[in-house]
């Protein structure tokens, strides 16, 4: 049952977070995994898609990649329109897109041309839903949560992906064609999501009038603060915000704001900058371009696993089709575990920091995946999920940082270019890995060169240090 959004309050100090933060939470992972339901729906019913319009493995996979395209193409749009209209509206408008395209897949959708623009113009909704839940949780939660709360959010990715294929079978066992049974699997959920957001979600700003963050509203934590993270934020550095006469500070507020400030440690002259106001600030700071180069290679991995691992266990490790399926199903699930507690790493033993967290994931992710094809085959399930679940601890720690580089009135634009720069490696990781398979008639090449990918990316981690 939704819960009930708080009475609006004027701008104020509050003296712990408001339990509506995880209704928020909760909508916006419904509307994230809708999405992400989305991106597999057509590898749902694969098989049957490649039988029925004879399709090559290539012409299959780019009914998917094409998505993802247009969800990379549109983030940076999307942060614009949460920025303009809010993330209720953006995110509540990106599903009803979704689903009108949705309803449109057994007309339209028909033939593979028609299917190719339906499954581009999903992407573009999605870079709209996308870029307004990654943010607005940022912005809902105090630093300390923000972790656990993103890496929730990112595990439902694997749940959408899970929910596609486990109901595919039944729609179609009852007799619909597989576009329909696709439509049925998009719309009836999507419809249902769009409402309840529309009516039960509120943006922080209309709760809160004058707030940028929750973290604005709450006492200082000294702790962060001590730490050097984003306390920078919870202490009000909004700078706008900490000291503007509408927030009511208090000469104790104000002298807190101010020793905060001072516990900052410095960053090779950088980290005790303020915070970029605008993109263009952002732009010429090295840490968020370190911060885009983490999120490229986290993306690559994410999605370039499933390509991967098929034929490197069977070309090259000589696993049988069944056990391919048990072992590439028991990696994937560990998403929802490692997500999570990537995030609570980097919120309680690391307090807030979220470097050292994407620096121990890809650091492990690059030894695992390095050593894949000199394990025993009993171990090479266990050495695989540990690569995968490396990659998993990256995921919701690495989506807090568009949001934390920046002052809150450009989170969502922050969150829409890192996602539409970052997740052009999800968009080339199919392409580049099936090519150098299809080069080679190996997946180790392929597999050495994630390895290359996954230490650039932890070589990049120091540099962020926020």
């Known amino acids: ?232 934020e919870t202490a009000g550095t909004s700078e706008a915000g900490a000291c503007d006469p509408r927030a009511g500070a208090t000469g104790a507020r104000t002298s807190a704001v101010a020793a905060d400030a001072k516990a900052v440690p410095p960053d090779a002259g950088s980290r005790s900058q303020p915070r970029p106001r605008t993109m263009a600030q952002a732009r010429h700071r090295l840490r968020f371009w370190a911060a885009i180069v983490v999120g490229f290679v986290n993306g690559w991995l994410t999605y370039g696993f499933s390509t991967l691992l098929p034929p490197l266990l069977t070309g090259d490790l000589g696993f049988s089709g069944d056990a391919v399926a048990g072992i590439t199903s028991a990696t994937f699930v560990i998403t929802l575990v490692a997500s999570p507690v990537g995030g609570i790493l980097s919120d309680r033993v690391f307090g807030g920091r979220r470097w050292p967290v994407l620096l121990i994931g890809n650091a492990v992710s690059a030894v695992t995946l390095a050593v894949v094809p000199f394990a025993p085959h009993v171990l090479v399930t266990g050495v695989l999920v540990g690569a995968y679940a490396s990659v998993s601890l990256c995921c919701g720690t690495f989506w807090t940082l568009p949001s934390e580089l920046v002052q809150p009135s450009v989170a969502a634009e922050s969150t829409g270019f890192v996602t539409a720069v970052a997740n052009i490696g999800s968009v080339l990781t199919g392409f580049v890995i099936g090519a150098l398979v299809d080069a080679t008639a190996s997946a180790l090449p392929a597999l050495y060169l994630c390895v290359a990918l996954a230490a650039l990316s932890a070589a990049a981690c120091p540099l962020i240090r926020q």
């Open 1 to 232: 049952m939704a819960a009930s959004a708080p009475t609006a309050a004027p701008y104020a100090r509050l003296e712990k977070p408001p339990a509506y933060r995880w209704w928020i939470l909760v909508a916006n992972m419904l509307a994230y995994g809708q999405f992400f339901l989305t991106v597999q729906v057509v590898n749902a019913f694969s098989s049957t898609v490649q039988a029925e319009w004879h399709l090559a493995a290539a012409d299959l996979a780019l009914l998917t990649t094409v998505t993802l395209a247009g969800y990379a193409l549109a983030s940076g749009i999307g942060g614009k329109l949460e920025k303009r209209f809010g993330a209720r509206r953006t995110v509540v408008g990106g599903i009803a897109a979704n689903v009108v395209l949705g309803l449109l897949f057994p007309t339209a959708g028909s033939a593979y041309a028609g299917m190719i623009v339906l499954r581009f113009l999903q992407g573009v909704a999605g870079g709209c839903i996308a870029s307004s839940v990654v943010s607005s949780t940022v912005l809902w939660f105090p630093v300390r949560q923000r972790g656990l709360a993103q890496g929730l959010l990112m595990g439902v990715l694997g749940f959408g992906f899970a929910l596609a294929s486990l109901c595919a079978p039944l729609l179609l066992d009852a007799g619909m064609t597989w576009q329909f049974a696709a439509a049925v699997l998009v719309v009836a959920p999507g419809a249902a999501i769009a409402a309840v957001y529309a009516v039960s979600v509120r943006d922080l700003g209309a709760v809160y009038p004058g707030a940028d963050s929750l973290a604005d509203l709450l006492p200082v934590d000294g702790r962060a603060a001590a730490a050097g993270t984003s306390g920078t």
